[in-house]
């Protein structure tokens, strides 16, 4: 698939500090990006919530996927 990202996303990246966050952001990236559609990514689980819960905000329009935000839990739904 063919991957966007916007100013924001990147931005939000940079005020990340927890490493662990960074790399599992960092493996959804590359899933995305090597699959030809979205149904074939494996390992998708229910949302839940926890102290370092983190969402990624996506754009899907045909065959490219653009990310558009990454924040915590609290604050992508505002």
Known sequence: MTVHFRTSFARDLITIKHKGIL???QQAVS???A???L?????LTRLGGSRHCYRIGLAVE???VGFLRCLHRHDIYR
Do not use: A, P, W
Request: glycine share 12%; aromatic share 0%.
């Open 23 to 25: 790399h599992r952001i």
């Open 31 to 33: 899933k995305v990006k």
């Open 35 to 37: 699959t030809t559609s």
């Open 39 to 43: 149904q074939e990514i494996t390992g």
């Open 62 to 64: 045909g065959d490219v």
